[in-house]
């Protein structure tokens, strides 16, 4: 084996890369150069629009719903990009912010035409980014690529698709002991996955008993109400009561997974509260933005306790969905453990949607 990267660590370069703006290429039947439409520049879209007659803007279904644009692809759309399309519309297609005050970018027309497998990866590299689900794709001709790709990152596409379409597999880096206001006998463990992704916590209270089922939580990283002690959800509540509980019993596990914003990303998150704050509910405005309701993986939390040596838990949580992902990654949930809390009159419309629409059981 060489000293250059291997797919997984590549595909680690093409998300850093997109962050900043740099293009990659997507390689495969065709190769797709591409670039997140967040961080697009002028000059960049520049070049890239005078690479092809038919450039297009890759869009998740959800947004596409709302632009009104076909999804000739069932989860995502390839829109048109006109050559005298400015960076401006490019980048409200991608952003919902101004949707209310600029509704009509259209008419919009949909490519139904080939593969767009790569305009998928596209998407989701930009979503693993923690970017808004959007991309300008350019498709290069066969002359164009060795000359336009020198210096690029480029991701096969073949063997890229698994990697993208399943979590990275978590090891554990370290762990101590950690005295807490909850419990003297604490111990945090720092998991880290092989993707270059961000690092999981799991806080062990006291010693659980491995043969029994122990008392645990999944909680996702809430920097709003974990920290600053936002009104607008129940997390921090949430968080300490948990911990708390499990002082109190001696024993427990709280896996900490860093999926901000149900796996969004904190800047996401603020979009979504800044949509919230136009009328919409917590749905629809992750809808607006081109996310699913909920794009958390919550698979994690079981490959975390399976590695400390846990198969059987009482789950804290109002969650459904957490019950049923846990007992289908091979964690029995011998009891679901209410954990209903921090209700204020700044997110008791969150709480009836998470009710609603996400069938939490409050």
């Not at 974990?226 to 019993?249: H, N």
Request: hydrophobic share 40%; with cysteine; glycine share 8%.
């Amino acid at each position: 084996m060489g000293l250059g990267p291997d797919t997984i660590e590549t595909l680690a370069r093409a998300r850093s890369d997109l962050r900043m703006g740099v293009p990659v290429v997507i390689s495969g039947q065709d190769s797709v150069l591409v670039c997140a439409a967040e961080t697009l520049t002028d000059a960049r879209m520049s070049r890239m629009l005078d690479l092809s007659d038919a450039p297009v803007m890759a869009i998740t279904a959800r947004r596409a719903e709302t632009l009104k644009a076909r999804a000739y692809d069932r989860d995502l759309a390839r829109v048109l990009v006109s050559a005298d399309a400015t960076l401006a519309w490019v980048q409200a297609l991608a952003d919902p912010a101004n949707d209310l005050a600029s509704p009509m970018k259209g008419p919009l027309h949909s490519v139904r035409e080939g593969a767009a497998d790569a305009h998928r990866a596209a998407i989701q590299l930009c979503k693993d980014a923690r970017l808004l689900p959007a991309a300008l794709c350019v498709t290069l001709s066969g002359d164009q690529v060795p000359a336009l790709t020198h210096g690029l990152t480029v991701i096969p596409l073949e063997t890229a698709q698994p990697h993208l379409a399943d979590r990275s597999p978590l090891h554990g880096v370290v762990q101590a002991r950690l005295p807490m206001s909850v419990s003297e006998a604490g111990r945090l463990h720092v998991f880290r996955p092989e993707d270059g992704g961000e690092e999981h916590y799991a806080i062990e209270i006291g010693r659980p008993d491995r043969s029994a089922p122990v008392l645990s939580r999944l909680h996702s990283a809430c920097f709003t109400g974990d920290l600053l002690g936002s009104l607008k959800c129940d997390c921090g509540p949430q968080l300490r009561a948990a911990l708390a509980q499990m002082g109190a019993e001696g024993a427990g596990v709280l896996l900490y997974l860093n999926q901000e914003g149900r796996g969004i990303g904190l800047a996401n998150k603020m979009r979504a509260y800044a949509l919230q704050d136009q009328g919409f509910d917590t749905v629809e405005a992750n809808h607006r933005l081109g996310f699913e309701d909920d794009e958390r993986d919550f698979r994690l939390g079981s490959d975390i306790l399976k590695s400390l040596g846990f198969s059987q838990v009482r789950l804290l949580t109002n969650n459904p969905a957490k019950v049923a992902m846990m007992e289908a990654s091979g964690i029995a949930v011998t009891e679901r453990v209410s954990l209903k809390v921090g209700e204020t009159t700044h997110n008791r419309d969150y709480l009836a949607t998470k009710a609603a629409k996400s069938g939490h059981l409050l």
